[in-house]
């Protein structure tokens, strides 16, 4: 199989909540002119996020380590101390994995956990 792309279905019973925070508060690129809830990463026109609404999801997610939304960024202290200030409760504090840097986990308000990852040689 050759993939040319790869994207992220994140279903919710309150959609507009969960886009509204990737938006507004972690500071995602909304990709408008493809879905209300689709976002960009990186520097092209690469989908990665698509939040939508689904009949059967309710409440928050009951297994939020199953899947991890990863965000690499430059500055994890910065960008931690950025969401915590707009109100983002972190799980799992700051700390360094050797061999690899960075990383704070963060819950969005459907109970997902998103970790800010700096990698460090």
């Known amino acids: 199989m050759q993939v040319?792309?790869?994207v992220v279905s994140l279903n919710s019973e309150d959609p507009e909540r969960l886009i509204a925070f990737y938006r507004d508060t972690i500071g995602l690129s909304a990709a408008d002119d493809v879905a209300p809830g689709a976002f960009r990463a990186g520097s092209g026109s690469f989908i990665?996020?698509?939040?939508?609404?689904?009949?059967e999801v309710v409440g928050?997610?009951?297994e939020p380590q199953r899947v991890l939304f990863n965000f690499l960024v430059e500055d994890v202290?910065?960008?931690q101390a950025r969401l915590e200030a707009a109100g983002v409760d972190f799980v799992v504090p700051l700390h360094e994995e050797p061999?690899?840097?960075l990383i704070?986990?963060?819950v969005d308000?459907?109970?997902n956990y998103g970790q800010l990852l700096e990698m460090r040689g």
């Open 109 to 111: 308000p459907d109970g």
């Open 48 to 55: 990665a996020l698509i939040i939508e609404g689904h009949s």
């Open 4 to 6: 040319n792309q790869f």
């Open 60 to 62: 928050a997610t009951k």
């Open 104 to 106: 704070s986990t963060f």
């Open 99 to 101: 061999g690899f840097g």
């Open 77 to 79: 202290v910065s960008e």
